[in-house]
């Protein structure tokens, strides 16, 4: 098994572009989330979705779309990067089970100029 | 709302305990969780306490849990070089698919 995976590890962009991170998982997990970490301010739940065509809003969602088509898949979609979203992404997967572990991605940083 | 805190820094000496707390308000807290962060990676589970229990212990780990003051706390024993990382507290509520409030994360350097 792969786990979680990311793409890109890093990715610089301009102020107003747009842009997908990817993140795929094979272990048929229902749970998939979005964070972002900030210096000082740990991980901030951006998106998450509990199963293919559920998704819902963390606690720092606006500027980022989400859509959960399939099971394995949970992009994440800059619709107009701002500096503000200069952050390091990390993707989880988990069973929605009692004790539910949840598996992260590596992560990606992104810098917004 | 939910809310989780820890203090940014901690440093000891090799060879010594490590002892790393977070506070939470969330008193429907079915699970806590602490994770580490090495340097350049993604997150991975240390560990995880449910809410009914107040100790449990794995190898050099003791997580402490102190459910009426809403109190977790982390003790890594013998403490070497390689446990310098940052440390998350996280603690799930009473809800559907599990998801996770995070504190802002312990930096524990390890000197030698």
């Known amino acids: 098994n792969a786990g979680v995976t990311q793409t890109p590890k890093f990715q610089v962009l301009k102020t107003g572009q747009s842009m997908t991170l990817q993140c795929a998982q094979d272990?048929?997990?229902?749970?998939m989330s979005w964070y972002r970490q900030d210096p000082g301010m740990g991980l901030r739940l951006i998106h998450y979705?509990?199963?293919?065509?559920?998704?819902d809003q963390g606690e720092v969602p606006n500027g980022y779309n989400v859509s959960r088509s399939t099971t394995e898949d949970f992009p994440l979609r800059l619709l107009s990067a701002a500096p503000s979203q200069t952050s390091v992404y990390f993707c989880?997967?988990?069973?929605?089970?009692?004790?539910?572990?949840?598996?992260f991605g590596p992560g990606t940083r992104l810098t917004v100029l | 709302g939910e809310d989780v805190e820890q203090s940014l820094f901690l440093s000891v000496r090799e060879g010594d305990s490590s002892v790393i707390n977070c506070t939470y308000t969330?008193?429907?807290?079915?699970?806590l969780y602490w994770y580490k962060q090495e340097p350049g990676a993604g997150l991975q589970l240390l560990t995880y306490?449910?809410?009914?229990?107040d100790m449990k212990q794995d190898q050099r780990l003791t997580v402490l849990l102190n459910k009426k003051d809403k109190h977790l706390s982390l003790r890594i024993a013998d403490t070497q070089t390689g446990d310098s990382a940052i440390y998350f507290c996280?603690?799930?509520?009473?809800?559907?698919?599990?998801?996770?409030?995070f504190g802002q994360g312990t930096e524990l350097s390890v000197k030698p």
């Open positions: 969330d008193s429907s807290s079915t699970y």
């Open positions: 306490i449910f809410s009914n229990m």
């Open positions: 979705s509990v199963g293919a065509g559920i998704t």
């Open positions: 989880a997967s988990s069973t929605s089970g009692s004790n539910n572990e949840q598996f």
């Open positions: 996280a603690e799930r509520g009473n809800n559907q698919g599990g998801k996770l409030i």
């Open positions: 272990m048929n997990h229902e749970y």
